[in-house]
């Protein structure tokens, strides 16, 4: 195989061949993960040619699949004239060499086309530079020759211009090139690092600023629906399409309740199982709407066959990302086109607080605002507030969100009788800490 034909990861357009284990442990449906890798692999511009699951007890240390199967494969790929095979798993360096060097193809493994997939669809500078620490993290130890063009301008005669180009450290006599393409990557990565902090920072000071509101965040499996559904409660005009990842930039828009109550709702990059640890690392500046958020509406595929394990998939990264603990109504989307009615009584039965909905049709939508904005007030009481009369936001936020029955003022403050819920008065309280609440009821 060219050595640079695996520097080059993309596969648009490339004739491929899918290949999966099952090594019946349970863990997961081998045929159902290869159905979704074809899905990603399609969704990256790939063209299937075939597919090859073999059946064993373990992974085979140096070829991943057995060595019959490589033969087969590699007669496979020369059989379809294949470009590409990707491996519907995480292989080791060693193995990616071996089955290309048995099958003559490039060869991909899964976190790899999902970080091609990323990568093309990254829009913002902001994205870019999020899904290109992924890429280095997880693909320098097995790109070989990616960076070889640097032989001529690194390390080829400290005496000549081409060697002044490499400056200092990459002049070395004799210098190995693996040797300096590392150190070039760890540069990157470590200037990467800086740049994606400084944006992690300003993320959290703009989702801090926002605190007042009420923040509510859409997260669920790739293709859940979720763009569609803030469509439908926002008149957002946010791009959708029927594929893997459509959505990798976080948007935010007012959401009207309705009875002088709204919320901010973002939506957020999709999830799926095997998420490539990396990436959800380079993403957490992205992800920081739903960690900060008042709300989770976890959407939920109800025409997949697969819906439940999609769910526990969601639910495994929101606890990684220590949002275990918060307030989530699950919405059972798609149900308009489930065509197995079984199945979603089955997950009804499973998430018994549920809300079925069509982000198409508008079904379940009223039942889904209605919730929300009981969340947003919470159990209507009245209370006193005593607030500093020089604090304009609070007593705004206070006018909107409440009934104001009585004022008193004094020299510095202003004592209000209000009727609104427990959560405007917690929200209070966190966004503005000189207010002081002085009876409840």
């Known amino acids: 195989m060219e050595q640079d034909q695996r520097a080059h990861l993309s596969v648009d357009r490339e004739h491929a061949i899918l ?55 590699a007669a496979r790929v020369s059989e379809h004239d294949a470009e590409v095979i990707i491996l519907d798993d995480d292989l080791s360096p ?52 990616m960076w070889t063009h640097l032989e001529r301008i690194a390390g080829v005669g400290g005496a000549t211009s081409a060697g002044r180009v490499g400056g200092i450290g990459t002049r070395g006599p004799g210098e190995r090139q693996i040797e300096i393409d590392r150190r070039i990557v760890s540069r990157r990565v470590t200037m990467l690092k ?26 669920g499996y790739t293709n859940a629906g979720k763009s569609t559904l803030m469509n439908a409660l926002t008149d957002a005009g946010v791009d959708t399409e029927d594929r893997l990842f459509a959505t990798l930039d976080t948007k935010t828009r ?14 957020t990059v999709g999830f799926l199982r095997r998420l490539p640890h990396h990436l959800v690392a380079s993403f957490r500046a992205t992800l920081e709407e739903a960690i900060h ?15 439940w394990a999609q769910y ?15 307030k989530t109504i699950v919405l059972l989307n798609k149900v308009d086109i489930a065509e197995d009615e079984a199945a979603v009584r089955i997950l009804c039965h499973k998430l018994p607080r549920a809300i079925p909905t069509s982000a198409r049709t508008g079904t379940g939508l009223p039942l889904l ?51 609104t819920g427990s959560t405007v008065l917690t929200r209070l309280q966190d966004n503005f800490p000189s207010s002081q609440i002085l009876q409840c009821a």
């Open 194 to 219: 800086r740049q994606i902090a400084v944006i992690d920072r300003r993320k959290i000071r703009q989702v801090r600023a926002r605190e007042e509101y009420f923040n509510v965040s859409l997260v």
């Open 293 to 307: 958020a008042d709300l989770l509406l976890h959407v939920v595929d109800a025409s997949s066959p697969v819906a």
């Open 94 to 145: 060693g193995q990616l060499r071996e089955l290309e060097a048995s099958c003559e193809c490039k060869v991909i493994d899964r976190s790899e086309l999902i970080l091609d997939i990323f990568a093309s669809r990254a829009q913002t500078h902001e994205a870019r530079l999020q899904v290109e620490l992924a890429q280095l993290e997880y693909t320098a130890p097995r790109l070989r020759g």
């Open 312 to 326: 526990e998939a969601v639910t495994d990264v929101l606890r990684d990302l220590g949002c275990a603990g918060h």
């Open 19 to 73: 290949v999966g284990l099952d090594l019946r442990d349970g863990d997961h449906d081998a045929v159902e993960s290869l159905h979704e890798l074809e899905a990603l692999a399609e969704s990256a511009g790939a063209i299937v040619v075939d597919i090859m699951l073999q059946r064993r007890g373990q992974v085979d240390s140096k070829y991943y699949i057995g060595r019959g199967k490589v033969e087969e494969l």
């Open 254 to 267: 007012r959401w009207n309740l309705g009875g002088g109550d709204d919320a901010l709702l973002s939506d």
């Open 369 to 419: 605002v209605e919730r929300v904005r009981g969340l947003v007030a919470g159990p209507p009481q009245r209370a006193t507030v005593r607030l500093a009369t020089t604090d304009g936001r609070a007593i705004a936020f206070l006018e909107k969100h409440a009934e104001v029955l009585e004022r008193r003022y004094s020299d510095r403050t202003v004592e209000m009788d209000v009727v």
